[in-house]
T-cell receptor
Framework: QKEVEQDPGPLSVPEGAIVSLNCTYS??????FMWYRQYSRKGPELLMY????GNKEDGRFTAQVDKSSKYISLFIRDSQPSDSATYLC???????????FGAGTRLFVKA | NAGVTQTPKFRILKIGQSMTLQCTQD?????MYWYRQDPGMGLKLIYY???????DKGEVPNGYNVSRSTTEDFPLRLELAAPSQTSVYFC?????????FGPGTRLTVT
């Protein structure tokens, strides 16, 4: 079993839809949870990170962490064609050296 | 804000040649990483460092070497390049929950 599981998609939605991206994990020591956006032929861009459980909001993006279920989510409101990209979740422990990445979910937002 | 910078952006190597991929960060992060990403695939950790003078292997270290003489720099050395090393290489640095990536080096070995 992988430490982090993420559905690779692709996920196709119409413009304006609410997008929900998710990851599950198995290591209860993870404390930092990150979401990245990666456009084709570009490096991953850090969108948001959270520490421990709870929600964090930044504009149209909301990150949620449910440590009891070992489940994290990224919600994108009012999705735009420019949101079309691969989204990667990532996580690490407080004292952990390695960051564990999900495989990434490809998102297409149709105009 | 420079963040993480990588050079070169592109490189074509012949089989058996060697090269060094450069990575520099200006955020004073202790943790630095090298990943490779093959087309349509996820990130694979090659090497990482937790501070100057300390490095360790990741998932796919064979054919690569690293050094970390300063906090800022973390070069990746390819010896005897092989076609299997054709990939995009990303350097990253991290502090806490903030890990930032460089723009990548696209390497082709023919």
């Amino acid at each position: 079993q992988k430490e982090v599981e993420q559905d690779p998609g692709p996920l196709s939605v119409p413009e304006g839809a609410i997008v929900s991206l998710n990851c599950t994990y198995s290591n209860s020591a993870f404390q930092y949870f990150m979401w990245y956006r990666q456009y084709s032929r570009k490096g991953p861009e850090l969108l948001m990170y959270t520490y421990s459980s709870g929600n964090k909001e930044d504009g149209r993006f909301t990150a949620q962490v449910d440590k009891s279920s070992k489940y994290i989510s990224l919600f994108i409101r009012d999705s735009q064609p420019s949101d079309s990209a691969t989204y990667l979740c990532a996580m690490c422990g407080t004292g952990g050296f390695k960051t564990i990445f999900g495989a990434g979910t490809r998102l297409f937002v149709k105009a | 804000n420079a963040g993480v910078t990588q050079t070169p952006k592109f490189r074509i190597l012949k089989i058996g040649q060697s090269m060094t991929l450069q990575c520099t960060q200006d955020m004073n992060h202790n943790y630095m990483y090298w990943y490779r990403q093959d087309p349509g695939m996820g990130l694979k950790l090659i090497y990482y460092s937790v501070g100057a003078g300390i490095t360790d292997k990741g998932e796919v270290p064979n054919g690569y070497n690293v050094s970390r003489s300063t906090t800022e720099d973390f070069p990746l050395r390819l010896e005897l390049a092989a076609p299997s090393q054709t990939s995009v290489y990303f350097c990253a640095s991290r502090a806490g929950g903030e890990q930032y990536f460089g723009p990548g080096t696209r390497l082709t070995v023919t």
